[in-house]
């Protein structure tokens, strides 16, 4: 059939057309004379209203539009952002009893819509926070507030009912009033995927599944430094993608990046790594009461292994940290010494614990547990077996988990993985979660607390957060520790107006926690993003009001030329 | 879903500044805390009177996060529909009607390759291949970021999720239709035909497809949640902004009023295209009528 052939051939000349056209296409891409900047994020933000969301990547996208009140810096003091100065008891913006913070606002400021950024929205933010409609994820410290009085436009005074420790780090960000003030709710608020802020730069387009784009705001009042004319957030099916689109020049920055990729992205010139030290470490959690049923997670029935301190001791000597963050972590992370590894409330002196396997084997012996046939130990005719538990599809925990495995038999414990998906391992006392209800020996992950550190540490370590049935499982206290030493402390770092006061009740609740041991630290994480190298002006930052984002002075960033 | 562990509220709970109460809150507030038939009943009530109920994570309207994305994922399966049938058709009719040929053997082969290679693998290929080490097409979204809507620019990144979508159903689809093809060229209608003298091309085109096409129709029918099936990988590989993205990622952080519209969505979809199927059976075949 000759016709049929030469439709055929026909056909196929045609799609070669085709294809090349595309090809022309693809390469014609003309270059445009604004800085635009793209970065690959592998999760797409569920809105961009952080009372509302809780992902971390609603942090990063949010901050080039949102400012705080008062936000952390990279070596984690405060600074003022939307008030002229930080307010403290010595410069009067805190009352002697903690009570009454005085918030002076800067003059001058403006919504990215003109509208003028006054002391209504400090209050219309509380207001909406504690709105009964509104689903907000928490309502911690706001409903602590008695009233906010604003005798002016520029100053907001906070009033509350009892004194709350982290005062600074709420209204972060400030919402607009004028925006949201006049509807029932602000759940499903246009504000929440189009924002209205008072930062550099403003959301103008997002399309769902594929980017969200921002453009200078022209009402910012540095406008005139901020280099950056546009900026794209692309949403990429994986962090992998998104290397792949760095590489190839598509993207500039890729966020999130985990310890793993490093040495792949080193190798490239053209690509410089942001590492922040952040807050978080990543730790063993010592159960101390029985794993078994009925009385599982009951303190009053310790666990057979792990409630004696010597053993705890044990194992940290046993564990060469220093090792693991060389072979593993490719040197990069710091080891992990205390719950507050950095900040104003850090306890310099706490060294990170040696490692000694003679002193380990020592303290086991002293405690009664004698080497048995196959080189783990035993007393009483209990075997020195432990599991070991953490997220499930994590390679580097894994790895991790071999390692503590061969280190600890060394010593003569034997430890045993059996990991789980986070959604399990993370679970809620409803969902009869191993960690909330106590069935386990060890669980590795990560955690940390935020540059205030009260809700973390008194929620992990005060022994009136251990998860019961009469509490609902509510607190952190997973390890079922108590210790009336350590309770005192987190009583006064949490009471005491004093921020100097304070951090003195931290540094010694520091050095109690590595004296009882209920947690090992093993290493602090890293944030991590790739960055090509003609994006400047970053500064990595390990702290955050929420959480700690590369994007957090995004304003200054420029692209070298 | 239900049966799994985790759920809407799972992220929360690891979070210090999240208390259990608001946890609570929230579980009362999005409906959690009731039973499950209770749940379902609530949904269906709401349902039939037009509302699709809200999100879980990003509070707004169902349909209108279905509705941002539909267009999308019409526009890719549609053409891949498209182009797999005209790929298809050819390659189906000249491989029935040339049996045993050098192009049939190499056919049936391409097509068992074809239809062997799930998505997912296929599609890292041709990103490797074409985006990373030729550099020829974007691997992946709609449109290049920052530049003004263009045809072309739409039509190099349509290629590749296009490639893979298509090439999957066309495989099938050549095969089905060479095997129709073979049945109906035997048939006495079609040697009477070429026993009268008519041209071996009227024969084939006119009244062996004709026939051998119904079948076809029936299965290009039957398989459109399997083109839809398809999307979900396609569009996650390629990051296509499509309903089975969104599918994948509302089924990972339990969103379940986004599943169940997206589910419901589709059963839609699939009632529609029966029914069409059933007008095109009546258009190929007058002996088909419908009172």
Known sequence: MPLSRRNTRMKTRAFALLLFAMMVAGFASIGTAEDTLTIAIYQEPENLNTYIGVQTVITYVHRPFAEYLIDVNEKGEYYPVLVKEVPTVENGGVSEDGLTITYHLKEGVKWSDGEPFTSADVKFTWEAVMNEKNMVKSRSGYDLIESIETPDEHTAIVKYKEYYAPYLTRFAPVLPEHVLGDLPDINDAPYNRMPVGTGPFMVTEWVSGDHITMEKNPYYRNADQVKIDKIFFKITPSREVGIAQLKAGDVDVVWDLIETQIPEMEKDPDIDLYLANSLTSERLILNHSTPEPPHNGDPDYPHPILADLKVRKAIQYAIDKQLIVEKLLYGKAEVGTSEIPAGWAHNPDLEPSEYDLEKAKQLLEEAGWKVGEDGIREKDGVRMRLKITTTTGNKLREQVEQVLLSMLKKAGIELYIENVPSSVLFGSWANDADRKKGRYDIMMYTTGPGIDPQQQYEGYFHSKNIPTEENGGSGYNYTRHRDAELDNYLEIAGSAPSMEKRAEAYRKAQERVAEILPHIYLYRRLSINGIRSHVKGWIPNGYGIIDSVATWNIGDWYLEK | ?291
């Not at chain 2, 797999?84 to 040339?98: E, F, H, Y």
């Not at chain 2, 495989?171 to 071996?200: C, N, P, W």
């Not at chain 2, 299965?219 to 839809?228: E, G, H, R």
Request: aromatic content about 12%; glycine content about 6%; some cysteine.
């Open chain 2, 1 to 291: 879903m239900q049966a799994l562990p985790g759920g809407p509220l799972a992220a929360y709970e690891n979070n210090p500044e999240i208390k259990a109460e608001d946890i609570e809150r929230l579980r009362h507030e999005l409906g959690l805390d009731r039973p499950l038939h209770i749940q379902y009943l609530r949904w269906l009530g709401n349902f039939l009177q037009g509302d699709w109920g809200y999100s879980y994570a990003t509070k707004r309207p169902v349909l209108r996060e279905i509705w941002d994305r539909l267009p999308n994922t019409i526009y890719l399966t549609g053409l891949s529909l498209i182009a797999s049938l005209l790929i298809a058709i050819p390659v189906g009719i000249i491989s029935a009607t040339r049996q045993y040929s050098v192009f049939d053997h190499v056919v049936t082969t391409l097509t068992y390759v074809g239809r062997s290679m799930p998505i997912y693998y296929s599609g890292l290929l041709l990103i490797i291949v074409f985006s990373i080490w030729l550099r020829w097409f974007p691997s992946g979204g709609m449109n290049t970021l920052g530049q003004d809507f263009s045809l072309l620019d739409s039509l190099h990144h349509l290629f590749l999720p296009l490639l893979s979508l298509s090439t999957l159903i066309a495989a099938k689809y050549a095969r089905f239709l060479r095997t129709s093809m073979l049945e109906v060229i035997h048939q006495d209608y079609v040697r009477t035909a070429a026993a009268k003298g008519l041209h071996e091309q009227i024969i084939i085109y006119k009244h062996a497809f004709r026939n051998a096409s119904i079948p076809l129709v029936t299965i290009v029918a039957i398989d459109l949640p399997v083109l839809f099936a398809g999307a979900l990988f396609t569009e996650t590989i390629y990051s296509w902004p499509g309903m089975g993205r969104l599918f994948v990622n509302s089924s990972l952080r339990f969103d379940y009023p986004i599943v169940m519209g997206i589910v419901t969505a589709i059963a839609f979809l699939v009632v529609i295209c029966n029914l069409l199927a059933d007008m095109i059976y009546a258009m190929l075949d007058p002996r088909i009528t419908y009172s």
